[in-house]
């Protein structure tokens, strides 16, 4: 497979600004008196759905990307989410933010690390955009990081706490992990404190170049309280939204990403990268499109075993875009041709099959590439998305907002 690449090449960048704002425009119908919903098939808020911490954070750092890309109308819809934040899901009581609230208030009161990286993502990028009372959420954020989710004797934050955050559970996992790293690295950025990137250089150095190289590059994602593996958590259960059983592909790709962008923020700082950081970015990366049709359809199936054997076979949208940021982020590194190829292959599958219209992707297909509802239903939001059209555009580091802050925008 060899094409003439599309990365870097004017057209191609002006089609990727396109798809951008017409994500930005249809994320716009997700703001609601609690903050910002969950969108329904057709693109209005569902009611039947809680308004969820981590849709409401991803939707403000959304939001507030635009404000960095210069485009107008967005600062107010960045101002709502974070008066969700201080007035509607932070728990002024117990500290921390609620993982769910209802028209009566709050309905899921544990203290997830899941939802808790993405509140300090958000208020990262709203500081970054200048939003009026977002440094003061942002200090608020980090400190619930150190408090209570940053395990530094461990190198890794924990999983869930009770609302009083004194019954933690008895499990750690990598998917909340990941996201951790991606707020760590933000964070670094935007307070210029290195000690965030080391925390994140930790996780990463943990799940890539221990877990992840111990089990071929098919990450295992479930462990207890010691950080021992839990191949059989959730096999009764193996199309969880966020536990699913087995080995999750698309994190494959995420956590290529994140090692690569982890390790030009170390180069940029004029740090040494770590030996191991290079081989795992492209190890994953590799275990990754190897799965591609791994059933005899086009595209990634949700899961496999850690034999490589499909579980899940639905498609989800989300793993798509993570190859696309990752191959993305692996060219501009090596400016090696099979990277720019499977970049056009996954744009070419994600429009042929998710892309309903521009803006508008369904987060799920069947194993047959049909729309389906099994796991995901709706198009709940626009992040995975609107990433996948600004990292082919922007340096591996620093994170989003402060590159485009700093005009690094490719023209």
């Known amino acids: 497979m060899s094409t003439t690449p599309w990365l870097g090449q004017p057209a191609h960048t002006r089609w990727l600004e396109q798809e951008s704002d017409a994500l ?3 994320g716009r119908a997700s703001r609601t008196d609690r903050g910002f919903g969950y969108l329904g098939a057709d693109g209005t808020v569902d009611k039947s759905v809680d308004h969820e911490l981590w849709v409401t954070c991803r939707m403000a750092h959304c939001f507030s990307l635009a404000v960095l890309l210069g485009r107008a109308g967005y600062g107010p819809l960045v101002d709502h989410g974070l008066r969700a934040l201080a007035e509607t899901f932070e728990d002024a009581e117990r500290g921390g933010w609620f993982t769910a609230v209802g028209p009566d208030g709050p309905t899921q009161t544990r203290k997830d690390a899941y939802p808790h990286a993405f509140v300090l993502l958000a208020t990262a990028s709203a500081t970054v955009a200048g939003r009026p009372g977002a440094a003061e959420l942002f200090a608020r954020a980090q400190a619930v990081q150190l408090e209570h989710f940053w395990r530094e004797s461990e190198g890794m934050v924990v999983e869930s706490w009770d609302r009083t955050f004194t019954e933690l559970e008895d499990y750690r996992g990598v998917n909340a992990n990941m996201h951790t790293v991606e707020a760590y690295l933000a964070t670094a950025d935007v307070t210029g404190d290195e000690a965030w990137l080391d925390r994140a250089l930790s996780i990463t150095r943990r799940v890539v170049n221990d877990f992840a190289r111990g089990a071929h590059w098919r990450i295992p994602e479930h462990f207890d309280p010691t950080w021992r593996a839990l191949p059989d958590y959730n096999r009764d259960q193996p199309g969880h939204k966020f536990r699913p059983f087995g080995a999750t592909i698309g994190h494959w790709f995420e956590w290529s990403r994140l090692v690569m962008q982890a390790r030009d923020s170390l180069v940029s700082r004029g740090r040494e990268p770590e030996p191991w950081m290079l081989e795992g970015a492209t190890a994953l990366f590799t275990r990754g499109v190897e799965a591609w049709a791994a059933d005899g359809v086009d595209g990634f199936v949700y899961t496999v075993d850690f034999d490589g054997a499909p579980v899940v076979r639905e498609r989800m949208h989300w793993v798509v875009t993570e190859a696309i940021g990752a191959a993305a982020v692996l060219h501009r590194a090596t400016a090696e041709q099979t990277y720019a190829d499977w ?11 998710f892309v309903e ?7 799920e297909l069947s194993p047959q590439l049909g729309p389906s509802a099994k796991t995901w239903s709706g198009k709940p939001d626009i992040y995975h998305s609107l990433q996948a059209t600004l990292i082919p555009r922007l340096p591996l580091s620093p994170a989003i907002a402060p590159a485009l802050a700093a005009g690094l925008l490719d023209a």
């Open 24 to 26: 930005l425009r249809f």
């Open 357 to 363: 219209a521009p803006g508008a992707w369904h987060p």
């Open 343 to 353: 970049y056009q292959r996954c744009w070419d599958h994600a429009v042929e099959h």
